[in-house]
């Protein structure tokens, strides 16, 4: 079992920046998967981007590609989320979820890849 909290979240104008935190409990940290989600209303949970299990691979949308980086300390058990130049388009709660699974090759990339979830942090951008 993994329990995940965010944290960081709130409003910003467009061009500024915002850092996630997501905290980590339960189960070696060092081996899971972690991934960044976003739901914005009436629209569904999309990746945004995640990090490899030793941290040495980052996976993006191309939404978010070049502006936002996705980071971890597993000494701390937290994965990051820094987000710069950030638009209205950005506005959504924010998800961190983990994923236990190995994989040979390919990062998982859809809510049904990850077994554990957070319970969302809203981030407003504003114009």
């Known amino acids: 079992q993994v329990q995940l909290v965010e944290s960081g979240g709130g409003s910003v104008q467009t061009g500024g920046s915002l850092r996630l935190s997501c905290a980590a409990s339960g189960r070696t940290f060092s081996t899971l998967i972690l991934g960044w989600f976003r739901q914005a209303p009436g629209k569904e949970r999309e990746f945004i981007g995640g990090?490899?299990?030793?941290?040495?691979?980052?996976y993006y949308a191309d939404s978010v590609k070049g502006r936002f980086t996705v980071s971890r300390d597993n000494a701390k058990n937290t994965v990051y989320l820094q987000m710069n130049s950030l638009k209205p388009g950005d506005t959504a709660v924010y998800y961190c979820?983990?994923?236990?699974?190995?994989?040979?090759?390919?990062?998982?990339?859809?809510?049904?890849?990850?077994?554990?979830w957070g319970q969302g942090t809203q981030v407003t951008v504003s114009s």
């Open positions: 979820a983990a994923d236990p699974t190995t994989y040979i090759s390919g990062f998982p990339r859809t809510t049904f890849d990850y077994d554990y």
């Open positions: 990090i490899s299990a030793s941290g040495g691979r980052t």
